[in-house]
């Protein structure tokens, strides 16, 4: 079986390479190739990829290449963990938003907006080539912002599904608090990608017991302190929203707080040039602590149980995907991209059936559902006036004159990437 990355030269990937050499018996991988323009960096991450395969006594052979056709013919599945214009693009993304007042962050609100325009005519350029390469592959995208990446792809008729880790690092904590083995924990995980709550926690899965109750009973205050919320927010929620529900329920306090540090983009940066000098040491043969500071925490094991379980080797029976909506949240549109818990298989996922969504929650998914069109649109067909309907809709912006001075900034940050600019 052969598997490709594409973004393998990423300072992730030995995470990644990490969990194929320990779930090897779960997805048995012949050849994973890396790819990635940055011949440089690839060598240094290819040589730490082949050392950890060694250490491990896995069989398979890595390969490394700057050639994407070459890399992915013939593979059953590729994994998308692409970062169009680097961490200096992404520095740009937290900072120029705060200077309107609005939220600087990479995956949502202006930044967010930029970082799709960016990537969305990269990624469907690769989508193509992979499908003429190798017509059959699944192609898993952890691309963000995954949820908008995903409905380009599936717009244009790929086989593709979205992964994102915070379901599967939320189970892990849970399982912990609870002392029990990760699988035994089942995650009713509804919304959108970066845009999610769980609203039910159930042990032996999706029609075990319910326990959130009990944990946000006797764990809500470090799970709030975690999410960076007050514990009084998840006690009248009443369940447990992912982390970056903190930029829509604590916008103003979250950019006073980002105005004050350099964005997280520097200290990535700074992170990557040490972990990259680190790979290149012929005397280390696994991924190093530092590479969890990082973060994709559990990323490997999240994208090699959905890889098992597309390819037919395994995997988890349930998983949660970003794939099409059709009807599992009833307001918002079929071709929507949801983030649910889904069955997983060769013919791709079936979301679970989802209860009726509190209005809470329902109100601001179709809301941020409706800008991913917007967004999208913008992003395939370019155009000012395109990106300023796509701000002015997004309810962390949601005024005509913070819309019309992102508009400006977001265009002369990534002229060099926007063709139409």
């Not at 790819?35 to 440089?40: I, T």
């Not at 849970?174 to 769980?198: I, S």
């Not at 009248?236 to 329920?249: C, I, N, T």
């Not at 912006?397 to 002229?415: C, P």
């Amino acid at each position: 079986m052969k598997l490709a990355v594409v973004g393998g030269g990423s300072t992730y990937t030995p995470e990644l390479v990490d969990g194929f050499a320990r779930l090897r018996n779960t997805l048995p991988v012949d050849e994973l190739v890396l790819v990635d323009p940055a011949a440089d960096r690839l060598e240094r991450v290819g040589g730490l990829a082949r050392r950890i395969f060694t250490r491990q006594g896995h069989p398979g052979r890595i390969t490394t290449t700057t050639d994407l056709d070459a890399g992915v013919a013939d593979a059953r599945a590729v994994l998308l963990q692409l970062r169009v214009g680097g961490q200096a693009a992404r520095q740009e993304d937290e900072t120029w938003p705060l200077e309107c007042g609005c939220v600087g962050q990479e995956t949502t609100g202006a930044g967010g907006l930029a970082k799709a325009l960016r990537t969305v005519p990269v990624v469907l350029d690769i989508a193509d080539r992979v499908r003429r390469a190798s017509p059959d592959a699944w192609i898993i995208d952890f691309t963000n912002p995954v949820g908008i990446v995903t409905r380009a792809l599936l717009r244009a008729g790929h086989r593709a599904i979205g992964l994102c880790n915070v379901a599967i690092g939320l189970q892990r904590k849970f399982a912990a608090l609870l002392r029990v083995p990760p699988g035994e924990v089942h995650l009713d995980h509804l919304g959108l990608n970066h845009l999610t709550w769980e609203t039910a926690v159930r042990l032996g899965g999706p029609e075990g017991a319910d326990v959130l109750p009990l944990l946000l009973a006797g764990h809500a205050e470090a799970l709030a302190r975690d999410l960076g919320l007050p514990r009084e927010v998840l006690d009248r929620l009443g369940v447990v929203p992912s982390y970056y529900l903190r930029y829509f329920y604590a916008h103003d306090e979250v950019v006073r707080d980002l105005a004050t540090k350099p964005p997280r983009a520097a200290e990535v940066a700074a992170l990557e040039r040490r972990l990259l000098a680190m790979y290149g040491d012929p005397a280390l043969a696994e991924k190093p602590g530092l590479l969890a500071r990082r973060g994709g925490a559990y990323y490997s094991e999240a994208a090699v149980d959905l890889a098992a379980a597309l390819l037919g080797g395994g995997g988890s029976p349930y998983q949660v995907v970003n794939t099409r909506n059709n009807g599992t949240l009833p307001f918002v549109p079929d071709h929507a991209v949801v983030e649910v818990q889904a069955s997983v298989g060769p013919e791709g996922a079936a979301p679970l059936t989802v209860p009726p969504v509190d209005p809470l929650f329902a109100g601001l998914i179709a809301h941020v559902s409706a800008y991913e069109d917007l967004a999208l649109e913008a992003a395939l067909r370019g155009g000012r006036d395109r990106v300023f309907t796509a701000l002015l809709s997004h309810p962390l912006i949601g005024q005509y004159a913070h819309a019309e001075a992102l508009t400006d900034r977001l265009v002369a940050h990534n002229r060099e990437h926007l063709p139409w600019a």
